[in-house]
């Protein structure tokens, strides 16, 4: 059984818009939640991490974390052609160890000039 | 940035051939990974590895698949003898630790084919 859910599976946004990407964790022992943006045939890289509640802001970039819900948000505003590929959730239980992460089956995010 | 380079990007193997996948992790890591992708659904963890050992592997890290890093070179996965099921994309990572501070570098990507 999947662990970590992402939706919607894919989302069109239009330029300068604001893009919105849910996760959700079933394991009850989750602790702490990575996103990562795959552009496509290109490696996944680490856009921000989170582990506390509240949310977390870089640039453009805000992480939303309701540790009771074990959910998480990522929304990137001003939403730019760039921005276009595969948003990964990942989520762990070990303290904030990168050991071994389970990952969502992504968001696939389009942003329309 | 760092980047961890994988070779080959495709490789194509009749079923019952031995296959070794080959990473080029960021070069003052010290922790190493390997994640298998199927088709449509989500990367899953095989195994991770430090100091010349396997730390921890996964139920999908089957007894045909095998790591190493002999001498700093390539971290490499081999798959002896490879089945029809193990067709995936496998990603590589390295870290140069284990904390939430020590961001994991993946490569693009083995897309394996099993004939």
């Known amino acids: 059984q999947q662990k970590v859910q992402q939706s919607p599976e894919s989302l069109i946004v239009p330029e300068g818009g604001m893009a919105s990407l849910n996760c959700t964790s079933s394991d009850r022992n989750v602790d702490y939640f990575w996103w990562y943006r795959q552009h496509s045939g290109k490696s996944p890289k680490m856009l921000m991490s989170i582990f506390s509640n509240g949310e977390k802001e870089e640039g453009r970039f805000t992480v939303h974390l309701n540790k009771a819900s074990l959910h998480t948000s990522l929304h990137i505003r001003d939403s730019q052609p760039s921005d276009s590929a595969l948003y990964l959730c990942?989520?762990?239980?070990?303290?904030?160890?990168?050991?071994?992460?389970?990952f969502g089956k992504g968001t696939k995010l389009s942003v329309k000039s | 940035g760092p980047k961890v380079l994988q070779i080959p990007s495709h490789q194509i193997i009749d079923m019952g051939q031995m296959v070794t996948l080959n990473c080029d992790p960021v070069?003052?890591?010290?922790?190493f990974y390997w994640y298998k992708q199927i088709l449509g659904q989500q990367m899953e963890f095989l195994v991770n590895f430090y100091n010349g050992k396997v730390m921890e592997k996964s139920k999908l890290f089957k007894d045909q698949f095998s790591v190493e890093r002999p001498d700093g070179s390539y971290f490499t996965l081999k798959i002896q003898p490879t089945a029809l099921e193990d067709s995936a994309v496998y990603f590589c990572a390295s870290s140069s630790g284990l904390n939430s501070q020590n961001t994991l570098y993946f490569g693009a990507g083995t897309r394996l084919s099993v004939l």
């Open positions: 070069s003052n890591h010290l922790y």
């Open positions: 990942a989520a762990n239980n070990s303290g904030g160890s990168n050991a071994k992460l389970t």
